[in-house]
């Protein structure tokens, strides 16, 4: 592994810690304070990839380091796939969790079909040089909130062949099934391969 520091792309303090876990031994980890960014980051695209993309290079570009962003979501398919690339803003202001997840069981009100998947992509910038990694978890949506730890909808999401919403999980369970670790996983087994 020959990269010595990286920036993780985010403000979200349970995506911060779940990202530091897989990389603090080996790299430094900085943090958008760390480097004087303190602006929103853009994330105008369609896809997670473009706004992973979008994050890290916007990033990258202002502070001169390797940049690690991720973009992920919830995918539900009795919905269409959504609230998707919207997961954040579903119910209209970004990071509202609890609205986000109000609206999500409210418009599944009476569906047989829970099925939903969790998405991340993470994109790893260095220079002119763009990679991007994706991880997902199948699972089902609750219909009801259950446990307290995680973030975002993690009280609403059992993991296929599990039967605890992430969000009843300790850290170590959830990051042994989810979406990012298996992304994050790729993005370590890329740095020591190099």
């Not at 991720?70 to 609890?98: F, I, K, M, T």
Request: charged share 25%; glycine share 8%; net charge negative.
């Amino acid at each position: 592994m020959t990269l010595d520091r990286i920036v993780l792309c985010t403000r979200n303090p349970g995506k911060v810690t779940e990202l530091r876990a897989f990389l603090n031994e080996e790299v430094e980890v900085l943090s958008l304070d760390d480097v004087g960014i303190v602006e929103e980051l853009p994330e105008e695209g369609d896809t997670f990839c473009e706004n992973a993309l979008q994050k890290a290079r916007h990033v990258a570009q202002k502070c001169g380091f390797p940049c690690l962003a991720d973009d992920s979501g919830l995918e539900v398919v009795a919905l269409n796939g959504a609230p998707g690339v919207r997961s954040a803003r579903y119910a209209g202001s970004a990071g509202d969790q609890a609205a986000n997840m109000d609206k999500l069981l409210a418009a599944m009100h009476g569906m047989s079909d829970r099925r939903a998947r969790f998405v991340a992509v993470i994109a790893l910038v260095e220079g002119d040089a763009a990679h991007v990694f994706e991880g997902t978890v199948e699972g089902s949506i609750t219909t009801e909130l259950r446990g307290v730890a995680g973030f975002g909808y993690d009280p609403v999401f059992v993991p296929a062949g599990d039967t605890r919403t992430y969000a009843e999980m300790t850290t170590s369970d959830k990051q042994r099934t989810s979406h990012r670790a298996k992304a994050m996983e790729q993005v370590v087994a890329w740095l020591r391969s190099r």
